[in-house]
């Protein structure tokens, strides 16, 4: 499982299910199924997306699907996290860049969350977890858990530079941080500008004790 994770990771949130007599799988085709799958699931939900409606949104044969996914929950978890991305390597070519931990995350935690489906997508997810906890498990183990661990990676280091506190949990402000970001995004009513996001962020990371002020060793200003 952990090799699973590790080649998912590294392989941008490609799915790793090749196709049926050894032909090459196609992009273009992952790219329609994909698409589809998380149209369909933001605007049915799970119960009401089925492979066969999603294989005939995509343009695609329903053994096409079949093929390279073996069950519903992989491929909307995988939807979901493709259309995604992957800020948290950003934040890593950002801190190089600006020298500092606060920015380059709050930088890519916005441009995640101002993206137009992004909320509607949370919230389907999240929606789903009570009649499909399966689905959650999936999105957690392939894509959420290697993303915690990175962005972990570097909140270590920056305790190890003084940046944060030398006995703080690093579990739990990744907990904390997310809990503030889902609170921000689907409890508070209405919508925030790219601005309010990120000023809210900056306060939210404050309170937790992240000192955004310093570089990390190693990095330049």
Do not use: C
């Amino acid at each position: 499982m952990g090799r699973r994770i590790a080649n998912a990771a590294r392989a941008g949130l490609q799915h790793q299910a090749s196709g049926s007599g050894g032909r090459p799988r196609s992009s273009a085709a992952d790219r329609a199924i994909l698409k589809a799958a998380l149209k369909l699931f933001v605007k049915r939900g799970f119960d009401s997306t089925s492979f066969e409606e999603i294989a005939e949104t995509a343009g695609v044969a329903k053994t096409t699907v079949y093929r390279r996914w073996s069950s519903k929950e992989d491929l909307i978890a995988q939807a979901i996290a493709s259309e995604r991305g992957n800020p948290e390597r950003k934040i890593v070519a950002r801190e190089a860049r600006l020298g500092s931990l606060k920015d380059s995350m709050i930088d890519a935690v916005a441009e995640v969350l101002t993206t137009a489906e992004y909320k509607d997508i949370t919230a389907r997810l999240i929606g789903s977890v009570p009649d499909h906890p399966e689905l959650m498990s999936v999105y957690w183990r392939l894509y959420l858990e290697p993303r915690r661990r990175l962005v972990g990676d570097i909140l270590a280091r920056a305790r190890d530079a003084g940046l944060i506190r030398r006995d703080v949990d690093i579990e739990l402000l990744l907990d904390l941080l997310g809990g503030a970001v889902l609170h921000e995004l689907l409890v508070r009513p209405g919508k925030r500008t790219s601005a309010e996001l990120r000023a809210y962020l900056h306060k939210a990371m404050r309170e937790l004790g992240i000192d955004g002020g310093r570089p990390l060793a190693g990095t330049a200003r």
